[in-house]
């Protein structure tokens, strides 16, 4: 396992468009069917997987998230969408299956997509799971960052810091309101996307 950064990409920039295989429902799923989700009050892109320790610390925030932000069938205040990128040769654990179990074990009501050409990771330039990025109405970047200060205990890191997603939160409650998140934001830290070499 190799901790990686986020790369903090420029706020401002518009979100990338994709369309993907949703593996919860089985219909492909674009940028502009999520943003469309939630009051068109903003999006949120989660680059996860099912394997990673950093993901499996937070993956039932992630689905409180999902219940207070997105609910119940995308009618919520914002759209929300995950997205597996790793390499599902060497990561076979990664794969569909897993996915659908990871989402159903922690109440995950948003789609999860298959990036399994990575390339809407690399147009994200997503590096790490978990790596988030929030968009406003506009779908430009608001916020790209920590879900909160909490780390698993790996070795001689991590903290006994309690999960409750405040950083993402406070973001996403600027964006709902219609204001900027404030702009200093905290890498988000974890594993790094497995690329096919």
């Excluded at 990686?4 to 993907?20: I, Q, R």
């Excluded at 929300?80 to 990664?94: F, W």
């Excluded at 299956?97 to 298959?114: C, D, I, K, S, V």
């Amino acid at each position: 396992m190799s901790r990686t950064e986020s790369t903090m990409a420029e706020l401002g920039s518009v979100a990338p468009p994709f369309e993907l295989q949703d593996v919860l429902s089985g219909k492909a799923i674009g940028r502009d069917d999520v943003a469309e989700m939630g009051a068109n009050r903003g999006l949120l892109v989660m680059f996860v997987c099912p394997h990673c320790p950093y993901v499996k610390h937070i993956e039932a925030e992630l689905g409180r998230i999902g219940a207070d932000y997105f609910g119940k069938d995308g009618a919520g205040k914002i759209g929300i969408v995950a997205i597996m990128s790793n390499d599902l040769e060497e990561y076979p654990q990664d794969g569909p299956e897993a996915m659908r179990t990871q989402a159903a074990t922690h109440g995950w009501n948003f789609p999860y997509l298959l990036d399994e050409m990575q390339e809407v990771a690399r147009e994200y330039d997503a590096a790490c799971t978990p790596d988030f990025f929030l968009y406003d109405a506009d779908l430009k970047l608001a916020y790209r960052g920590q879900l909160d200060d909490s780390r698993p205990r790996r070795g001689d890191f991590g903290n006994d810091t309690p999960v409750t997603g405040k950083d993402l939160r406070a973001a996403i409650d600027a964006v709902i309101a219609g204001k900027q998140p404030a702009t200093e934001q905290k890498t988000s830290i974890g594993c790094n996307i497995k690329w096919r070499q």
